[in-house]
């Protein structure tokens, strides 16, 4: 698996020759849910949900794996981190190089 974490903002068309159904790039969502998003079709976007914190304001629903993207302003999210892994206790392993 590549390295699917850049410093750069997220911008969906980059995406449009991009496989289905893999990681395309790891996610923070509002500062509270860390999470990946992936390609459903050619038009169509999901967020893989890894981990959320209501502590951190998330009303997402960990265990319901994914959630349209068209729900969301894609404003809100930014690209995770390899910290971010660490805050949500997440493993990075095969993540990030």
Known sequence: MTNLLIDTSIN?????????????????YEEHTLGYIMKVTSDHFQLAILHTSVLKGS????????????DFNIDSFRKATEADFTEYRVSSHGCIK
């Open 59 to 70: 009303s997402l629903n960990p265990y319901s794996s994914v959630v349209t993207i068209s």
């Open 12 to 28: 969906l068309k980059d995406f449009t020759d991009a496989p289905v159904g893999e990681p395309l790039v790891y996610v923070v």
